[in-house]
């Protein structure tokens, strides 16, 4: 019989314990990661996304800061694929050597991945995605002032800086994808949501823009496009909540699409937070499968559907 095929949206801050940015100490969180991915992967086919909002963010810092007329700053599409390099090197190096160590000869392989945008996506004249570390208002705006950015504050956290964030229209690498997991390979794929890329107009070849997706839109996309057969966002929290942080906040663990997109509807979730997650696990269970939104911790609970907000049509 063969094995379900899952995808598993890691949060960008999945990999940094208690905000350390260093790379060795985010490869000991991410060796952590491999060795749960190695241990579902007997039950699962699986498909990890990550997020790279921490991590994208500092390679922007550092490309910024470094820039000199010889050597200029990429541009944050670039940046947005050197974020998949890093973060994806970090995963399969941790699966592969959690498949080492348990005697199995199982591949993993990173795909670095672009997804397609619509250049008239409306996202492009209202920037909302946070991007990089959090700031006091008075260190944002004279950011803002500096180097031209747009900063918001983000769900009582601090200010961001805050960059166009298109949905994914399509998974550009998808065939090599489903081809990887015919061999029994573990993928990491749609890295911090993708490159984004749009189509030109006359020969329709792929160029990029500068912007980020969010990776639980591109990674429900990547989802629905290998027909999987459960999608789940992993977060820092157990469940989606009803006020969370509250005296009276609430844990949700089943919902029907329709219900999450009441409480949607309602401003209910963080729109830089939960809000994607519930969208994206909503959008999924509407396909008739199982949107999930969990705890790293809870992951194998989530699973065997006993934790977690489970999300169904």
Known sequence: MPKKRIVIALGGNALQKNGEVSAEAQKSVAKKVGELIAKLSKSFDIVVAHGNGPQVGNILIHEEQAATDKAPAMPLETAVAMSQGQI????????????????????????????????????????TKPVGQFYSEKEALKLAKEKGWIVKEDSGRGYRRVVPSPKPKGIIEKREILDLLKTGSTVIAAGGGGVPVYRTKVLRVLKGVDAVIDKDFAAEKLAEMIKADAFLSVTAVDYAYLNFGKPNQLALSRLTSKE???????GFFGAGSMLPKVLAATEFAKKGKIGIICSLKNLEDALKLKSGTIITK
Do not use: C, H, M
């Open 88 to 127: 994806g090197y970090w995963l399969a190096q941790s699966i592969y050597n959690a498949y080492a160590k348990e005697g199995r000869n199982k591949k993993v392989a990173t795909v670095i991945t672009q997804v397609e945008v619509d250049k008239n996506d409306p996202a492009f004249k209202n920037p």
């Open 260 to 266: 999450a997109e009441y409480y949607a509807r309602q």
